[in-house]
């Protein structure tokens, strides 16, 4: 009886062991583009989704000036921008305009006028988006369609050529 009891409890710890939390997946709450409204840096502007110019693709970037991953894609996106010369792309954060701005001085994203840099002070893009990490990026196509979500490890190419 006890070895019986024994295997049931090796057979239960073992399967508990092989258990993994269910992964979380990026997604957007829905299929069009969010409305938005963020500070822009580095002039304290609204930018709004109707500011976003038609019949372009936007990819919608959640980042923290402070993260590591966020500042080696946005090195990243900026060394390949060629491959986004049709593409609009808005990073957003929540973390404090003065930190958001140091971020866009530090990189002179100011040399980029299809990047759009600002603050996002009621996290509508936070709570619109399921973001497991970051950075996130978010792609909508020229339609304001949502084509997919890419996470930090996915290459600039394979971004680029999915819109």
């Known amino acids: 009886m006890n070895r019986i009891v024994f295997y049931l409890l090796i057979l239960l710890v073992g399967n508990t062991a092989k ?54 894609k946005i090195k990243e996106i900026m060394a390949n921008i060629k491959l986004f010369k049709n593409v609009q792309i808005v990073m957003v954060s929540n973390l404090g305009y003065s930190y958001v701005k140091r971020f ?25 988006f399921t973001i497991p990490g970051l950075p996130a990026m978010f792609l909508y196509n020229k339609n304001g369609q949502f084509v997919k979500a890419f996470d930090r490890n996915v290459p600039v190419q394979k971004i680029a050529a999915t819109l």
């Open 104 to 128: 866009y001085q530090e990189f002179n994203v100011a040399r980029y006028p299809n990047i759009t840099m600002g603050m996002d002070y009621r996290y509508m893009l936070g709570n619109f």
């Open 19 to 72: 258990a993994q939390a269910p992964s979380m997946q990026m997604t957007a709450r829905q299929t069009g583009l969010p409305s938005f409204s963020i500070t822009r840096v580095p002039d304290s502007s609204r930018f709004e989704k109707a500011n976003l110019q038609k019949n372009k693709a936007v990819i919608m970037m959640v980042f923290s000036p402070d993260c590591e991953h966020c500042q080696q």
